[in-house]
């Protein structure tokens, strides 16, 4: 099992619409969850963290996290065309010193 | 601006002649540390630093060096490349171990 799962996609949704993104984590004790957004050919760039169970809403952007049944969850709502991208889940799970495991990301696709 | 910048962007290279990548961030970050990015594998902690003259391997070390003799510069070293090193190369840093780590441009390497 991988130590943070997300489909690979694409997922493909039209403009206007809420795009779900989906991710799953095996260590139960992770304590802090990041949503990165990568452009083709670009670094990661955060897009929001979550460190507590429950919704954070930041602008069109809402991430769920649900530490019982291991997942956190991206929604982007009002989709537009430049949301399209990779979006990269991270963890940071006990130990390791800083790192962050990486899901192997979702590709967005927000069609016109 | 705050940043991290890598150098060079772009590298090709033959086996086994010595290379180095720079990093450098201007942020005060204690911790930085490298990645790998390869399709389908997604990102990888390669090396990572806690502080100056801390440095600890995280899940693909072989095959790389890294020194940190000043807080801000993370120079990756790969001693004798081989094509499977050939990949998207990335620096981060963060303010602390639970911080969001903010990822320099990446360094294109391919190896022959």
């Known amino acids: 099992q991988k130590e943070v799962e997300q489909n690979s996609g694409p997922l493909s949704v039209p403009e206007g619409a809420i795009a779900s993104l989906n991710c799953t984590y095996s260590?139960?004790?992770?304590?802090?969850f990041f949503w990165y957004r990568q452009y083709s050919g670009k670094s990661p760039e955060l897009i929001m963290f979550i460190y507590s169970n429950g919704d954070k809403e930041d602008g069109r952007f809402t991430a769920q996290l649900n530490k019982a049944s291991q997942y956190v969850s991206l929604l982007i709502r009002d989709s537009q065309p430049s949301d399209s991208a990779t979006y990269l889940c991270a963890v940071k799970m006990p130990g390791g010193g800083n790192k962050l495991t990486f899901g192997t990301g979702t590709q967005l696709k927000v069609e016109l | 601006e705050a940043q991290v910048t890598q150098n060079p962007r772009y590298l090709i290279t033959v086996t086994g002649k010595k290379l180095t990548v720079t990093c450098s961030q201007n942020m005060n970050h204690e911790y930085m540390s490298w990645y790998r990015q390869d399709p389908g594998l997604g990102l990888r902690q390669i090396y990572y630093?806690?502080?100056?003259?801390?440095?600890d391997k995280g899940d693909v070390p072989e095959g790389y060096k890294v020194s940190r003799k000043e807080k801000r510069n993370f120079p990756l070293i790969l001693e004798s490349p081989s094509p499977n090193q050939t990949s998207l190369y990335f620096c981060?840093?963060?303010?602390?171990?639970?911080?969001?780590?903010?990822f320099g441009p990446g360094t294109r390497l391919t190896v022959l």
């Open positions: 260590d139960r004790g992770s304590q802090s």
């Open positions: 981060a840093s963060s303010p602390g171990l639970e911080n969001e780590q903010f």
């Open positions: 630093s806690m502080n100056v003259e801390v440095t």
